[in-house]
């Protein structure tokens, strides 16, 4: 018998995906893979076995775009990440491949509703907020757009955390999504890496007598990879989500076993899985700074090894890196890359330090995502000169090279000189990650205009100086297929039955819908569909809750990472002062509000985990008080995650965008609900510059100070407490708050919110009070004109389409990774 060559290997068969064919597979998958009669299997092996059928689909389109891509040698894109919120992935899946109904009909068939199996797949507990949900709709707009493409980030046992609230405080729980396994993912024994930490750098002759430095670390780990395909539109390509996972080289010591030492001889394997067991561990003390460092070098050292590896393996030299990799930094966690990858070329390698930096500046590029100094890393040196010695060397050289260029080159001054160098001297010496991506990177992309233009002259001015092309801008954007098509199936039904099925495959298609704004039964079904929304997050929160909400009153919905600078805190005296009018002046004629919020606070942070405690505290007090009659409620949802926001999003009348001007970076939240036909109120901040230009400024409710205004006032001296009591119904409602009417079991428990806003307002709460309650009482005049709203909210999911990451991703593709 002839023996086959790998390249005669003979492909799969296509899978035939009818609803009879995949009810019998699923029957198939119940029995020999799950090992469960039909007659008492259970909703969670209904959802493994449709998981297993949906998977065998994509493994086939997954290895024909592997092969492809390597047998054309193509430039690779490698997206570097410490989060990706992909959230549930089975409708993504099935949605993508256009199997929705054909799997919602074979289960059917078997008497299994798949909208309730659905619903018991734990969201991946990969990340926080915006910065993972980009990275997830990145690494899908990648595959839509048949970009060959790898994720690289950490497989956490427990993600960011599990909220509850226990008498409205934040309660932080470890998730448990991995807790009965994860049938989206590969284990890849064959990709494993020794990670190392500590020790010393030693240094040894080479050829030529040049001197030669190797790294003998102190500690090591494996780094293992599990590999979940992400599937593009359409099935056309499918990109693989690279995370690691953490196990220790020795996982018991069995003479401290059997010693009597049982725990002992578990040090090791604790201290292993401990990188990879919780997201963000919390860096209030030593340890946890040092637990966090950890982190990132591991699934740094891991995910560039692995680059390499692949380089190497195709046939390609060293010194073609940047004209087959393309590596993007999301942000700054990933940064110490930069210092890795010069270790392995000049030290595995041996190529000389000249060569390896030219090559390491043209392979990365750096996507920054914050203006806010302290959100830019920096580590002390001493921890990290004894976690990672050789990487400082190569850190300071580094330096050298770069700031002895910028005195020459640029005449740069002392002041300049110290504010671009990679070492903070200001107070105790700190590594400096965001120069390091900066100084390191061919590329540095911030993620809306005016964020972009704003890292030119505050956090990167001098370094901009010394290299004014690299910085530009790539306005985010989010995939319309999970925040259109997937979380609202009736407005996409609607949408296709008014305009076709272009928008589909081109969300720019979408501005067809213009024509559409002002008719009339077309507004009646764009209500309607905006009503049965609503009806269902408020049989969320009255089963998660028990609280009642009126789907016809105007749902006002806040869901972000909670932080001051976000302002739920402003949203929140902005309700107590509309409290207190309902209930002083009964008879005019009020818009009923429900007021939404969701989002978690960092454990350390303790003015955001007191605003949550406001916000629930304030939630008691209005939505039990019978004078209000109704007109206001107050909700605060916990554990915010993917599939709470694909539920609330639709259902968004109003959307709060309301940071302080000049200081989020982008936003995605304001897009995914201009997509779902919500109107915004905002400040000129991020994207909401760019929607405000695409929607129509009559279409977007604009308030409060300007980015430079804000600056003004810092830079000038702001007086918040004359502000505070030249507003009447401010200062009521702050006096209100600080004397504990909505905290009578602690009267002074919100006294400190209180006094930062009289004594320096930062974040320019009371600055802004005044704008925002009149643009609330504006938006309750347009509620109030059917017709006028309804026209407004169409016209934004009509011209959200640019704002789809298939544009951004192609923008990087054409102007950054050439790809």
């Not at 008080?625 to 007109?631: C, F, H, K, Q, W």
Request: hydrophobic fraction near 40%; aromatic fraction near 8%; glycine fraction near 6%.
């Amino acid at each position: 018998m002839k023996t086959l060559s790998k390249t005669d290997l003979p492909l799969p068969a296509p899978r035939v995906s009818n609803p009879e064919t995949l009810a019998a597979e699923i029957i198939e998958r119940l029995t020999y893979s799950i090992g469960k009669d039909a007659k008492v299997a259970q909703p969670h092996d209904w959802l493994t076995a449709t998981i297993l059928v949906v998977r065998d689909r994509i493994i086939d389109r997954w290895m024909e775009s592997t092969r492809s891509t390597y047998e054309t040698n193509a430039k690779r894109v490698y997206y570097l990440s410490l989060e990706f919120l992909i959230g549930r992935l089975m409708r993504d899946a099935m949605s993508n491949l256009g199997l929705m109904e054909e799997i919602r009909e074979a289960l059917a068939s078997l008497g299994v509703d798949m909208n309730i199996i659905a619903g018991l797949e734990p969201d991946a507990a990969l990340g926080n907020g915006g910065l993972g949900r980009l990275a997830a709709c990145f690494m899908e707009s990648m595959a839509t757009v048949n970009i060959p493409a790898y994720g690289y980030g950490i497989r956490y046992v427990h993600g960011l955390f599990r909220q509850q609230m226990a008498e409205g405080w934040q309660v932080e729980l470890p998730e448990t999504w991995l807790a009965h396994g994860n049938p989206w993912e590969f284990e890849r024994r064959e990709s494993s890496y020794e990670i190392g930490f500590g020790g010393g750098v030693e240094t040894v002759s080479g050829q030529n007598d040049e001197i030669r430095y190797v790294w003998k670390p102190s500690e090591r780990v494996i780094a293992t990879a599990y590999d979940t395909p992400i599937v593009g539109w359409r099935g056309e390509r499918i990109n693989t989500l690279r995370l690691w996972s953490a196990q220790p080289i020795d996982p018991i010591l069995l003479a401290a076993f059997n010693a009597g030492d049982h725990i002992g001889a578990l040090r090791e394997s604790n201290k292993a899985e401990t990188l990879t067991r919780v997201l963000y561990p919390a860096d209030a003390t030593t340890a946890g700074q040092e637990l966090r460092l950890r982190q990132e070098y591991f699934f740094c050292s891991a995910s560039l090894q692995d680059i390499v590896r692949r380089h190497l393996q195709q046939g390609n030299e060293l010194t073609a890196l940047p004209d087959k990799v393309a590596i993007q930094l999301n942000d700054t966690h990933p940064a110490v890359s930069i210092a890795e990858l010069m270790r392995q070329l000049c030290d595995i390698h041996g190529m000389d330090f000249d060569t390896a930096w030219d090559i390491t500046g043209r392979t990365f590029s750096y996507t920054n995502h914050t203006l806010l100094p302290e959100a830019l890393e920096s580590w002390p040196v001493p921890l990290f000169e004894r976690l990672l010695p050789r990487h400082m060397q190569l850190i300071y050289s580094i330096n050298a090279k770069f700031l002895l260029e910028a005195r020459k080159q640029k005449s740069f001054t002392d002041a300049e000189i110290s504010n671009i160098s990679l070492i903070d001297e200001s107070g105790d010496r700190r590594v400096r990650m965001g120069n390091l991506a900066f100084v390191g990177s061919h590329s540095i992309n911030g993620v809306s205009a005016l964020h972009t233009e704003l890292m030119k002259q505050t956090v990167f001015a001098d370094l901009h100086k010394i290299y004014p092309t690299r910085i530009n801008n790539k306005t985010n954007g989010i995939t319309p297929r999970r925040w259109l098509m997937q979380c609202n199936p009736g407005l996409t039904s609607l949408i296709r039955e008014a305009i076709g099925e272009e928008f589909l495959d081109d969300a720019a298609k979408l501005t067809a819908l213009d024509a559409f704004a002002h008719d009339g039964e077309f507004q009646k079904k764009f209500a309607a569909v905006k009503r049965a929304n609503k009806e269902q997050l408020s049989n969320l929160v009255a089963s998660r809750m028990g609280i009642r909400l009126d789907p016809s009153a105007m749902f006002d919905i806040q869901i972000k990472r909670i932080h001051e600078y976000k302002r739920q805190l402003l949203n929140i005296i902005e309700a107590v002062a509309l409290y207190d009018q309902i209930r002083s002046h009964p008879e005019r004629d009020w818009v009923p509000r429900v007021k939404l919020f969701a989002g978690k606070a960092a454990p350390s942070y303790h003015n955001a985990k007191l605003i949550i405690k406001l916000a629930n505290d304030v939630a008691r007090v209005i939505n039990n008080d019978p004078s209000v009659r109704g007109l206001l409620k107050v909700v605060f949802i916990p554990n915010y995650n993917v599939s709470l926001a694909e539920v609330m999003v639709p259902a968004a009348d109003l959307s709060e965008q309301i940071s302080t001007a000049g200081m989020e970076a982008s936003g995605t939240g304001n897009m995914k609900f201009a997509l779902n036909g919500a109107l915004t109120i905002g400040t000129l901040d991020g994207a909401n510059v760019e929607m405000r230009d695409h929607v129509g400024e009559e279409n977007i409710v604009i308030f409060g100070m300007t980015a430079d205004e804000v600056g003004k006032v810092r830079a000038e001296g702001h007086n918040p407490r004359a502000v505070i009591e030249g507003s009447r119904e401010l200062s009521q409602a702050l006096a209100a708050i600080a004397s504990g009417v909505f905290s009578p079991d602690d009267r002074g428990r919100f006294s400190s919110l209180v006094d930062g806003l009289y004594h320096h307002d930062w974040f320019m709460v009371a600055a802004d009070f005044d704008a925002y309650a009149k643009a609330q009482r504006d938006v309750d005049a347009i509620w109030s004109d059917p017709k006028s709203w309804f026209s407004k909210t169409i016209f934004n999911t009509a011209r959200m389409g640019w704002f789809s990451s298939d544009r951004t991703i192609r923008q990087y593709s054409a102007d950054i990774w050439r790809a």
